[in-house]
């Protein structure tokens, strides 16, 4: 382990990093998982109504995962794009 300062400093700020990348990264699977789970009970247009706040708010999530750095722009693009096609099958 070094005694640099700075390379503890690095050390800190990459456990920190980390820790958010995670934190982003298992809401985002948490609210697809939710989603696609709602998707399959759809019967209403309640039902659908609950879809459709979700999807908004897992692109917010998503589009805040780009920008803060922790998701790559053409991943994004590919989660949004599979969350767009299952609601338009349903």
């Not at 697809?32 to 399959?40: G, I, P, Q, Y």
């Not at 247009?45 to 999807?55: F, N, Y």
Request: proline share 0%; charged share 30%; no cysteine.
């Amino acid at each position: 382990m070094a005694k640099n300062a700075s390379v503890l400093k690095s050390i800190s700020v990459a456990n920190r990093n980390q820790k958010r990348n995670k934190i982003y990264k298992s809401m985002i699977k948490t609210l697809t998982k939710k989603f696609v789970s709602n998707l399959k009970q759809a019967e209403s247009k309640d039902d659908l109504i609950a879809l459709q706040s979700i999807v908004s708010m897992l692109n917010s999530k998503i589009d805040k995962a780009v920008k803060k750095g922790v998701l790559h722009k053409n991943n994004a693009a590919r989660k949004k794009s599979f969350i767009s096609k299952q609601l338009k099958l349903l």
